[in-house]
């Protein structure tokens, strides 16, 4: 195993991964500080630790010896410096596929939405994988040839909650409880039911979380709609939309005194809320720029019409979380349980 940063060290371990050898110093990163995130590879004659001087401004680099414990010799494969979308492209794993190509999977660090996986084509030059077309990475390029042909498809967003399943795009924000949640017992939504009483999102347990994806033109912001029925709820529970990573805000229905409200919360701070009137369904959106580092949220009765509650959260990228910002779907009771909503939808343009 290949660990550190700034020095690099190698440990021998056994089939269970216990340490069955000394640390041993193997390189020291000559650059600049924060040499990481090490790879190792035994491929012909040599062995290689391919890692990066992580940051924004990353550099993938390619330190290869024929033997493991070096000496090893450096090579940049990658410093990619132009502005866009692949600025500071660094800090991932090479891949061989079937027909015998090489790849490199690495990331972006861009903006509020978190690290972006990035693909690049690798070409081997005198025993050294080198990164993207002419020294520089691709932004667009041919799929990989993995032996036989594939369609083209989309990564999911939306969900219309119409299968037994959920979508591949969503993950539980804390171990959700699978008895208070279900597909099934009213077909075609997401029930959410509250599952434990809390004090507010953050300890919410079946919170529903996706990344947003950005667009290539970052002026065009990601918009997410979701429709929530909330005749069902309980006093105190809070249901809704929102965005969160270290900082949140959201909007959402609040059930006070027997009536429902429209709120919208920045961190911890009801920053703004309406009466929900007689209504039991509304469409709920956030908009978010990974540009800005703003989103906004907004209420409709009719999925045509949209009103701004509240103010603008300004998202950060924490590396406290090393996750970038996630919209989410809750419900969550801080008086009593038994109460449920559910969500018809969640589209993202």
Same mark, same amino acid.
């Given at each position: 195993?290949?660990?550190?940063?700034?020095?690099?060290?190698?440990?021998?371990?056994?089939?269970?991964?216990?340490?069955?050898? #000394?640390?041993?110093?193997?390189?020291?990163? &000559?650059?600049?500080? !924060?040499?990481?995130?090490?790879?190792?590879?035994?491929?012909?004659?040599?062995?290689?630790?391919?890692?990066?001087?992580?940051?924004?401004?990353?550099?993938?680099?390619?330190?290869?010896?024929?033997?493991?414990?070096?000496?090893? @010799?450096?090579?940049?494969?990658?410093? @990619?410096?132009?502005?866009?979308?692949?600025?500071?492209?660094?800090?991932?794993?090479?891949?061989?596929?079937?027909?015998?190509?090489?790849?490199?999977?690495?990331?972006?660090?861009? !903006?509020?939405?978190?690290?972006?996986?990035?693909?690049?084509?690798?070409?081997?030059?005198?025993?050294? #994988?080198?990164?993207?077309?002419?020294?520089?990475?691709?932004?667009?390029?041919?799929?990989?040839?993995?032996?036989? @042909?594939?369609?083209?498809?989309?990564?999911?967003?939306?969900?219309?909650?119409?299968?037994?399943?959920?979508?591949?795009?969503?993950?539980?924000?804390?171990?959700? &409880?699978?008895?208070?949640?279900?597909?099934?017992?009213? #077909?075609?939504?997401?029930?959410?039911?509250?599952?434990?009483?809390?004090?507010?999102?953050?300890?919410?347990?079946?919170?529903?979380?996706?990344?947003?994806?950005?667009?290539?033109?970052?002026?065009?912001?990601?918009?997410?709609?979701?429709?929530?029925?909330?005749?069902?709820?309980?006093?105190?529970?809070?249901?809704?939309?929102?965005?969160?990573?270290? &900082?949140?805000?959201?909007?959402?229905?609040?059930?006070?005194?027997?009536?429902?409200?429209?709120?919208?919360?920045?961190?911890?701070?009801?920053?703004?809320?309406?009466?929900?009137?007689?209504?039991?369904?509304?469409?709920?959106?956030?908009?978010?720029?990974?540009?800005?580092?703003?989103?906004?949220?907004?209420?409709?009765?009719?999925?045509?019409?949209?009103?701004?509650?509240?103010?603008?959260?300004?998202?950060?990228?924490?590396?406290?979380?090393?996750?970038?910002?996630?919209?989410?779907?809750?419900?969550?009771?801080?008086?009593?349980?038994?109460?449920?909503?559910?969500?018809?939808?969640?589209?993202?343009?």
């Amino acid at each position: 195993m290949a660990h550190g940063y700034g020095t690099i060290r190698l440990t021998e371990l056994d089939h269970e991964f216990t340490a069955i050898g #000394p640390d041993s110093l193997v390189f020291t990163g &000559d650059i600049r500080g !924060g040499l990481e995130g090490m790879h190792v590879y035994k491929i012909n004659d040599f062995y290689y630790l391919y890692g990066t001087y992580g940051g924004v401004d990353g550099i993938q680099v390619a330190l290869r010896s024929k033997n493991i414990y070096g000496p090893y @010799e450096q090579k940049v494969v990658l410093e @990619e410096r132009t502005p866009g979308v692949n600025f500071g492209v660094h800090q991932g794993a090479l891949i061989e596929t079937q027909s015998g190509e090489w790849w490199t999977m690495l990331f972006v660090d861009s !903006g509020p939405f978190g690290r972006m996986p990035n693909l690049q084509p690798v070409t081997w030059v005198d025993g050294w #994988p080198m990164v993207g077309v002419d020294g520089k990475a691709v932004v667009t390029y041919r799929k990989p040839n993995v032996g036989q @042909e594939f369609p083209v498809k989309d990564f999911p967003r939306s969900d219309e909650f119409d299968g037994n399943t959920l979508g591949m795009q969503w993950g539980w924000n804390h171990n959700p &409880d699978s008895t208070q949640w279900s597909l099934t017992e009213h #077909p075609g939504v997401l029930r959410l039911k509250t599952a434990k009483v809390v004090t507010g999102l953050l300890e919410a347990r079946n919170t529903l979380t996706q990344r947003p994806f950005t667009h290539y033109d970052q002026s065009i912001p990601s918009v997410a709609t979701t429709k929530i029925e909330v005749a069902n709820m309980k006093e105190g529970d809070m249901a809704g939309l929102g965005i969160f990573q270290e &900082d949140y805000a959201f909007i959402a229905v609040k059930q006070v005194a027997g009536e429902k409200q429209l709120v919208m919360v920045n961190r911890g701070e009801t920053i703004a809320s309406v009466p929900l009137n007689e209504a039991t369904t509304v469409y709920l959106r956030t908009i978010a720029s990974n540009k800005t580092k703003l989103a906004t949220f907004e209420y409709s009765y009719d999925n045509q019409s949209f009103e701004q509650l509240g103010n603008e959260l300004t998202m950060a990228f924490s590396l406290k979380m090393f996750t970038g910002n996630k919209f989410c779907l809750f419900n969550y009771a801080t008086n009593e349980l038994g109460g449920y909503v559910d969500f018809d939808w969640f589209r993202v343009e």
